[in-house]
Nanobody, 124 residues
Framework: QVQLAESGGGLVQAGGSLTLSCVAS??????????MGWYRQVPGKQRELVAR???????NYADSVKGRFAISRDNAKITVYLQMNRLKPEDTGVYYC????????????????WGQGTQVTVSS
């Protein structure tokens, strides 16, 4: 069973930076063979995939964070990171990481396991 532990959130002023971390254990086949993603959830809305990284470290970002966020991974530490720069109030939300599976359609889906998430609040 996958276990996910996010950390690093907090309260920051607009324009500031935060780095989130997620330790992922119990992944099928080992952490290094899995794509990983960061999701953001805002009250009343579905979780949104904001960044993903493949096993060979190809990255992809939602338009809303492109150019400001950077996802990376350290396989030896079974950890995925999200560096968030030039934060905006609309970045506020609970951030979750998850293991991603690629569908035949080319889209990605998360595992059914979720951690507790980490709250990011950006003040204006």
């Amino acid at each position: 069973q996958v276990q996910l532990a996010e950390s690093g959130g907090g309260l920051v002023q607009a324009g500031g930076s935060l780095t989130l971390s997620c330790v992922a254990s119990g992944t099928t086949g080992g952490f290094n063979v899995n794509a990983m993603g960061w999701y953001r959830q805002v009250p009343g809305k579905q979780r949104e995939l904001v960044a993903r990284i493949s096993s060979d470290e190809q990255t992809n970002y939602a338009d809303s964070v492109k150019g400001r966020f950077a996802i990376s991974r350290d396989n030896a530490k079974i950890t995925v990171y999200l560096q968030m720069n030039r934060l905006k109030p609309e970045d506020t939300g609970v951030y979750y990481c998850n293991v991603l599976s690629r569908r035949y359609s080319g889209t990605y889906s998360p595992s059914p396991y979720w951690g507790q998430g980490t709250q990011v609040t950006v003040s204006s």
